[in-house]
Each structure stands twice: as structure tokens, then as C-alpha cells.
């Protein structure tokens, strides 16, 4: 597919674009701090509340016991 005049490496760039998360599962963040920081994520500007935060918190105890069911 041909998207115009655009500069290959740009097009490429985005064609392309991957993103690999390598994440920490026995990483421990304290419950607290979660919170806390959703807290204060609430002041963060958004669009006209067009798209509201939904947030799902799962402890790691409660995921494994989903994860046998």
C-alpha cells in the first residue's frame, strides 16, 4: 500500500512499530503506593472526561486463585 509522498524511514518506522514489554510478575509494589498513585493520577488532564479511567485492582493472591479456577 502506498501512502503518498511520505519519507520511507518514517513509514517504516510506523509500519513497523513494535512494543516488547519485559515485566517483573514476582516485582512487589505496595498497596498503598497503588493507590496512592491512582489518587493522584485522577488529577491528570483528560479530554473532557470523553474517555474516564477504569481501573480493575487484582492483589497477586486473588489472581492466582482466579488463575487455578
Known amino acids: 500500500m502506498e501512502i503518498g509522498s511520505v519519507n520511507n524511514g518514517i513509514k517504516k518506522a510506523i509500519t513497523e512499530r ?10 512487589y509494589v505496595d498497596e498503598e503506593k497503588v493507590f496512592s498513585l491512582v489518587d493522584l493520577a485522577t488529577y ?11 481501573l480493575v485492582y487484582i492483589s497477586k493472591n486473588k489472581y492466582q486463585n482466579l488463575l487455578k479456577k
Open 18 to 27: 513494535r512494543s516488547v514489554k519485559n515485566y517483573d510478575y514476582e516485582m
Open 44 to 54: 491528570a488532564p483528560n479530554h473532557g472526561m470523553r474517555e474516564p479511567w477504569r
